[in-house]
């Protein structure tokens, strides 16, 4: 991958307007794409409450849902509903539509958490029991698995907390305001207009 003083990058600014899109659009994006997916996550707590085979299969197939949204909508058509709705798109530094590489890099970290979330989740689901699972809210369920998680699951869960907070810090604190995704993916994101 070429380093960022190799790549060929738009400007900072044109005709006086910032070219990258920063903290508050992407945040709203990530809002849009949170209410976009609500209704997914309604039908999981549904199906999890069929079976214990079910819940187990609906656990692991909904923590990859949003990494597959992700790479779809990246690919198609530079950005998820949430960007394309704020107008903002994920580009290559030079301006030019990304494809199934930088696609799958950009989600490759939040892909490998949503694996080692599944494994954790299938490890709990599948020692509690079922009738009490299958019959508790989503709370209740959430309270019953803990104790059955592995011990390492807490240093899984911290370690997503720090490559979630290394993204903002990092997005903040660069004049492209590129997360480490971008970085890993070499990949921008700018507002529509400079696409």
């Given at each position: 991958?070429?380093?960022d003083d ?11 307007n ?36 079910m ?22 058509y ?16 030079n301006?030019e539509k990304?494809?199934?590489?930088e ?8 892909l490998?958490?949503a694996l ?26 959430i ?5 059955f ?14 490559w ?21 993916a ?5 507002h529509?207009?400079?696409?």
């Amino acid at each position: 991958m070429p380093k960022d003083d190799q790549m060929e990058f738009l400007p900072i600014l044109k005709d006086g307007n910032e070219v990258y899109a920063g903290f508050w659009k992407r945040l709203g994006a990530a809002v849009i794409d949170t209410l976009v997916l609500i209704p997914f996550a309604f039908l999981f707590h549904y199906l999890k409450s069929i079976n214990i085979s079910m819940a187990i299969v609906s656990a692991v197939i909904n923590l990859f849902v949003f990494s597959i949204y992700s790479i779809y909508f990246n690919i198609r058509y530079g950005g998820t509903l949430g960007k394309l709705a704020v107008g903002i798109r994920i580009t290559k530094p030079n301006g030019e539509k990304i494809g199934v590489r930088e696609a799958f890099l950009r989600s490759s970290v939040d892909l490998a958490h949503a694996l080692i979330f599944a494994i954790l989740q299938f490890q709990a689901i599948s020692q509690v029991a079922s009738d009490a699972y299958l019959t508790a809210g989503y709370i209740e369920r959430i309270r019953l698995l803990v104790p059955f998680y592995p011990a390492y699951s807490k240093y899984v869960g911290f370690l997503s907390d720090i490559w979630y907070w290394s993204e903002m810090i990092v997005l903040l604190l660069n004049k492209r305001k590129r997360a480490l995704h971008d970085f890993i993916a070499g990949t921008v994101v700018i507002h529509k207009e400079y696409a």
